[in-house]
């Protein structure tokens, strides 16, 4: 697939393109390669990689969920409330799934702190 460049107006395969607007998160296809035999492996990881090989960043999330727990669900389920009023009174069939995959995805979010959280404590049991 080629995209247009817009300062040499010349074409850039889509590998270019993501490179160049630094959309490729080479943690994630690291851990794509290493894992390719484990799909679970995969699923868990993609997307917390940059937070867990930060300890740093690992630690103010585990301490943002450890302390603000209720805050984060309530937030996650006030957004995913009115989604689930929206997929059963107003969606037409081709929206639902759409739909449904958002709530999944707020859900994960929740499931992403607590997995996070656990790492963290992991950790600094192992030290």
Not at 75 to 84: C, E, G, N, T, V
Not at 103 to 115: M, N, P
Request: no cysteine; net charge negative.
């Amino acid at each position: 697939m080629k995209t247009t460049d817009d300062k040499t107006n010349g074409a850039k395969t889509i590998e270019e393109h993501l490179l160049t607007r630094e959309l490729v998160d080479f943690d994630v296809l690291t851990l794509h390669v290493m894992a390719k035999d484990d799909p679970e492996a995969i699923e868990t990881n993609v997307g917390k990689a940059s937070i867990t090989m930060n300890d740093e960043v690992l630690a103010k999330v585990a301490d943002a969920w450890t302390n603000n727990k209720d805050a984060i669900t309530a937030l996650i389920s006030a957004r995913i409330k009115p989604l689930l009023i929206q997929v059963a009174l107003r969606d037409i069939p081709q929206e639902v799934t759409v739909t449904r995959q958002v709530i999944l995805e707020l859900v994960a979010v929740l499931r992403d702190f607590e997995s996070l959280s656990q790492e963290y404590i992991k950790r600094n049991q192992n030290k």
